[in-house]
């Protein structure tokens, strides 16, 4: 990377979205390092946590990345898998200073990628992006940038965060609603078409032998 990228900024007081277990309520934000996602650091050497700005994108991007609804009739959930999830509303205590790779022309001429590979399950294009960002400094030596602002895959062309470890103290949870009683969870069933599967009932069964005297 030749250039530096154009910067976004999101304000202080902006509430942002992120889809974890319920087992999680009342923690801290999780920075994951383990290199498994999509803009993580490439040397596990930082962590990051993904936001999105509103719950289509935020689920799209966490609970439902492996859809592959364009082969199935039927789109489905279960309800045990709904019940262990919750959504964690994150407040921007300071304003974040994104990269913006969504900008025009960013990613052909300062990364030279092409959709394909933005978009592939091979993350190695996209994490070489994330540890380009994290290096970059200013003058003063400190990090130029909080994260990534980048396109959402799976809800395109919404737009996602990839925020780094290094500005943990920028963000704060301001609270762990359950899934199910998120105000925007039943509109984006209903505009998917989801069904909520319920687990069936165990039959007990029949007694055997006598009972009683």
Known sequence: MTSVPPLQ?????????????????????????????????????YGVLYLAFDLPTALMESVFHK??????????????????RMVRA??????????????????????????????SRRYSHTQRISKNVHDLLDAGGQAQF????????????AKCIALFEHARHKVWVADDVDLADHRDWPDFVSRNRIGIVKPRATRRPPPTGRSGP
């Open 9 to 45: 900024s999101i304000a202080a007081g902006e509430l942002l979205q992120h889809v974890s277990r319920t087992a999680y309520r009342g923690s801290g934000l999780f920075f994951g390092q383990d290199g498994t996602n999509r803009y993580d650091s490439p040397a596990k050497a």
């Open 67 to 84: 859809h592959r609804w364009h082969l199935q009739h039927k789109r489905t959930i279960a309800l045990p898998e709904v019940e262990s």
């Open 90 to 119: 994150v407040g921007v205590l300071q304003a974040l200073q994104l990269a913006d790779i969504t900008a025009p022309g960013v990613m052909s001429t300062q990364f030279g990628l092409n959709l394909s590979q933005l978009a």
């Open 146 to 157: 909080d994260g990534l602002l980048y396109p959402s895959r799976n809800n395109y062309p």
